[in-house]
């Protein structure tokens, strides 16, 4: 009103200021921008709470919660690379022409064998109550980060970020568990509605830089293989009971599979930022003589 109102000079002197109170008004909104990128940044560096009775310190301070079966050893056990050659299961030279190294081709009965696996375990995960879904392998990076996936300052990234000509950035999966949380992105649950079951079959993809020791052969440490993923919402009072019934159709699935296996609790340190706590499942493997997550 009072530019309206004046005149002469005044006036001018008006506009003038007020030209001036935008710029700096853009100059605070660009700063706040600013700040607030940053602190989003190092809000999404600090990690989850851990269980009180996870186990501190290295991997090696892992608990063994449960062993199911008696390992086999002896003389002239064949690893996987010998069987899959035996059986032609598997085409690691072509794969690296193709692709690089740690890829492979699966051939044959291994390609069946894969696909068997799969549905079977989707179809156990589904009889026990949880919701098929097939995941895009692709995500927002926002969204793998938003999910914990992003490397602590410290560690390289494990993500394969895709250059993209529009600007949005994108990268693969690194599991099916990014997707799954993606598709409750931005919803808001009555707790009448939870806990929702999700079973996920997807694709996941490692860099796997800067992995601990010799690379190894054949299938382990490699940068893209196939995976089905338990996947809940909760509230937190249902968290840790949802937690030890998905262990339990995992155990189900490995023991119907003739495996033996053993349950771990594992440490802080082999906790990634978004893991309240973690079991992982080994298989014993007759021909490395050691065991191996699966």
Not at 210 to 226: M, N
């Amino acid at each position: 009103m009072a530019v309206k109102t004046a005149k002469g000079q005044e006036k001018q002197d008006l506009i003038e200021r007020g030209k001036g109170i935008k710029i700096k008004a853009k100059a605070y909104e660009d700063d706040l921008k600013e700040v607030e990128t940053e602190l989003l940044a190092k809000g999404l560096m600090i990690p989850n709470t851990t269980h009180p009775d996870v186990p501190i310190g290295p991997e090696e301070n892992a608990r063994v919660l449960k062993t199911v079966g008696t390992p086999r050893t002896g003389n002239n056990l064949k690893d996987h690379l010998q069987i899959t050659a035996d059986l032609n299961l598997l085409d690691l030279e072509q794969a690296a022409i193709t692709s690089g190294s740690s890829f492979y081709y699966l051939q044959g009965m291994g390609a069946f064998l894969e696909l068997a696996l799969i549905n079977y375990a989707m179809h156990k995960a589904a009889s026990k109550g949880f919701f098929g879904v097939l995941t895009p392998d692709i995500v927002r990076t926002s969204v793998a980060y938003g999910c914990g996936f992003q490397p602590r300052s410290d560690e390289n990234s494990q993500i394969y970020h895709i250059q993209s000509n529009n600007g949005s950035q994108l990268c693969l999966a690194g599991t099916a568990e990014i997707p799954l949380a993606g598709k409750f992105a931005e919803t808001t649950f009555k707790e009448a509605q939870l806990p929702q079951k999700l079973v996920g079959f997807g694709h996941a993809f490692r860099t796997e830089d800067g992995g601990r020791g010799v690379e190894p052969k054949g299938l382990y440490r490699v940068h893209q293989f196939s995976k089905v993923e338990f996947f809940a919402v909760t509230t937190a009072e249902q968290s840790e009971a949802m937690m030890e019934e998905i262990r339990s159709v995992q155990e189900d699935i490995f023991s119907e599979l003739g495996l033996c296996f053993r349950v771990l609790d594992m440490p802080t340190e082999e906790l990634g930022a978004s893991a309240y706590r973690k079991y992982d499942i080994e298989a014993w493997m007759p021909g490395r003589n050691s065991w191996g997550e699966v």
